[in-house]
């Protein structure tokens, strides 16, 4: 069983940045495709990023495609989500994923609480 523990998130304004982070509690995320998803209110969840746990290829959803950056720690312990150019539309519960297939749908084991990140006008 793999526990994820998520930080960061909360309230920016429109054009600011914020930064996710996600941990695994008590292990390594090495052998873990690990990906950031995201609910807006009256949406359902989508994707948002991913990053392979060999080659650290990162795969985007279009709508966040050279604005946010996916990366990981050396360690390969904590996955971080670095949002720029930050949108309203960006407004949504963040959650972290753990698999074992690089995918964009919800196809992933484990899943983090979720955390809200608002975007002000």
């Known amino acids: 069983q793999v526990q994820l523990v998520e930080s960061g998130g909360g309230l920016v304004q429109a054009g600011g940045s914020l930064r996710r982070s996600c941990a695994a509690s008590?292990?390594?995320?090495?052998?873990?495709?690990m990906a950031w998803f995201r609910r807006a209110p009256g949406k359902e969840r989508e994707f948002v990023a991913g990053?392979?746990?060999?080659?650290?290829?990162?795969f985007y959803g279009d709508d966040v495609e050279g604005r946010f950056t996916i990366s990981r720690d050396g360690a390969k312990t904590t996955v971080y989500l670095q949002m720029d150019s930050l949108k309203p539309e960006d407004t949504a519960v963040y959650y972290c994923?753990?698999?074992?297939?690089?995918?964009?749908?919800?196809?992933?084991?484990?899943w983090g609480q979720g955390t809200q990140v608002t975007v002000s006008s």
């Open positions: 994923a753990a698999g074992n297939i690089a995918t964009m749908i919800l196809d992933y084991d484990y």
């Open positions: 008590g292990r390594t995320l090495s052998r873990y495709v």
């Open positions: 990053i392979t746990p060999s080659e650290g290829n990162t």
